[in-house]
């Protein structure tokens, strides 16, 4: 079933902002560490920015600066606040995430992705 709905990426102008979303189901109860990748076209998929549990946050050196990784839990959902878009952050989004769920406890459950394009 699904456990994490993306929303957010879109089209952006070099030095514009988006914000990424990163939702789980119903059926989730709790988001414990949560991690955002992106795969840019022709290239591997990359770890971008990690928060745990406890809101440690971490950021691969290429978005250090722009990129803020957050969550709220009533809402369970997680966010990916990107500023000063560069045409090199062009990828598509992934959200992956340790999860909590009644009886069990699922570990790296991925997003479906979403796309980001910065182009002017």
């Known amino acids: 079933q699904v456990q994490l709905v993306e929303s957010g990426g879109g089209l952006v102008q070099p030095g514009g902002s988006l914000r990424l979303s990163c939702a789980a189901s119903?059926?989730?109860?709790?988001?414990?560490?949560m991690r955002w990748y992106r795969q840019p076209p022709g290239k591997q998929r990359e770890l971008v920015a990690t928060i745990t549990s406890g809101g440690s946050t971490s950021y691969a050196d290429s978005v250090k600066g722009r990129f803020t990784v957050s969550t709220d839990a009533a809402k369970k959902t997680a966010y990916l606040q990107m500023n000063s878009l560069k045409p090199e952050d062009t990828a598509v989004y992934y959200c992956?995430?340790?999860?909590?769920?009644?009886?069990?406890?699922?570990?790296?459950?991925w997003g479906q992705g979403t796309q980001v394009t910065v182009s002017s």
């Open positions: 119903a059926s989730i109860f709790s988001i414990n560490d």
């Open positions: 992956n995430a340790d999860l909590g769920a009644p009886g069990t406890y699922v570990t790296g459950a």
